[in-house]
């Protein structure tokens, strides 16, 4: 059981380069998220899935793209990457109820674009 | 001004000492709180969940909220070597399942040395 799985682990760019983040679950929930972390700033959503055929922009979401192309999968496409965008990038499934209720990470996706 | 303050750390103690962590926050709005950890080079963990005000006590950690203050804290008791990772607080006006209105604080380091 893998829970969330995020690929690559590391990505090195040149400006103006474009890539895709990929992450998969086995959890089967609805909700999945991709954020990102930087030094000072926390944890920034860039966008989401409440469900299989939708997706919302976070607080982020420019020069980012994302695609949910099953229940399993939410990828986020740089389209052409900058420098600002060098971040460590973490996939999330929410998962529980009321209280019980939390996001599932991945193990992130350490990203520099030179 | 952020919406949610964390002093960034990092936070040095000896093993067994008792950790106080801390956020404020300036939204009244605010009513779930949560506390994640993450270890170096992994994505977070949902560490302890609580709403409105009062304690919440889960083995050796307590979490504390005092709305009137507008002020979290995480306490871990006998702390030990495993504990040092990064601890981030995070909150949310409603527990409708909408994780998209997460707010994060943007994490304390701790370090327990032996």
């Known amino acids: 059981n893998a829970g969330v799985t995020q690929t690559p682990k590391f990505q090195v760019l040149k400006t103006g380069q474009s890539m895709t983040l990929q992450c998969a679950q086995d959890?089967?929930?609805?909700?999945m998220y991709w954020y990102r972390q930087d030094p000072g700033m926390g944890l920034r959503l860039i966008y989401y899935?409440?469900?299989?055929?939708?997706?919302d922009k976070g607080e982020v979401p420019n020069g980012y793209n994302v695609s949910r192309l099953n229940k399993r999968e939410f990828s986020l496409r740089l389209e052409s990457a900058a420098p600002s965008q060098t971040s460590v990038y973490f996939c999330?499934?929410?998962?529980?109820?009321?209280?019980?209720?939390?996001?599932?990470f991945g193990s992130g996706t350490q990203l520099s674009v030179l | 001004q952020k919406e949610v303050e964390q002093d960034p750390g990092p936070l040095s103690v000896p093993e067994g000492a008792i950790v106080s962590l801390n956020c404020t926050y300036s939204?009244?709005?605010?009513?779930?709180f949560m506390w994640y950890r993450q270890y170096s080079r992994k994505g977070p963990e949902l560490l302890m969940y609580?709403?409105?005000?009062g304690n919440k006590e889960d083995g050796r950690f307590t979490a504390q909220v005092d709305k009137s203050s507008k002020y979290i804290s995480l306490f871990i008791r006998d702390s030990q070597p495993s504990d040092s990772a990064t601890y981030l607080c995070?909150?949310?006006?409603?527990?409708?399942?909408?994780?998209?209105?997460?707010?994060f604080g943007t994490g304390t380091r701790l370090q327990v040395t032996l």
């Open positions: 999330a499934v929410r998962g529980g109820t009321g209280t019980n209720e939390k996001l599932f």
């Open positions: 959890m089967n929930h609805n909700s």
């Open positions: 899935s409440a469900s299989e055929g939708t997706t």
């Open positions: 939204n009244s709005a605010f009513q779930y």
């Open positions: 609580t709403y409105s005000s």
């Open positions: 995070a909150m949310t006006v409603s527990n409708t399942g909408t994780a998209s209105k997460l707010t």
